[in-house]
């Protein structure tokens, strides 16, 4: 499988998503981290980014309201090369009207290569690493060659 390279520089654009259930959560993290946070460029879905950029005092891009379509916006963000951290407090025990969205942002994540937290303590080891505040070569797989083999296209036409 080939791959290619995607430099994250010092500066980092980080995503941050949190359900209505976590966002204190979120928000006591953010809190604590403002100093880190203020180092990089921040994004976050609608109400999410409300709330952290009232709080913490730091210029924060807001897209929609995760059930509203800025989940995906954060995806589409993810896949263009725009985000390269992901803080995503989830709340595992509430369903969620926006299920799909948020299935399909994590596994965006995952195909992207990007780090990604869904708890705090996740959070801080990524925060705290010397990575955050160095260039870092994220490497991609080309899942477009995977699809287009032989053997798979052959999988999609019995199933």
Known sequence: MSQEVK???????????????????????????????SRHELYATGTTGKILAKELGLQITTFKSGPLGGDQQIGAKIT?????????????????????????????AVVWNIPVACNRATADFIISSPLMNERYERIL?????????????????TS
């Open 7 to 37: 430099i994250m520089e010092e500066r980092k654009k980080i995503a941050l998503i949190a359900h209505d259930n976590r966002k204190e959560d979120l928000l006591e993290w953010a809190r604590f981290n403002k100093g880190s946070l």
């Open 141 to 157: 797989i080309d899942y477009g060659a995977r699809i287009r083999r032989p053997s798979f296209l052959k999988e999609l036409e």
């Open 80 to 108: 263009e090369g725009i985000i390269d951290f992901l803080v995503f407090f989830w709340d595992p025990l509430e369903p969620q009207p926006h299920d799909p969205d948020v299935k399909a942002l994590l596994r965006i």
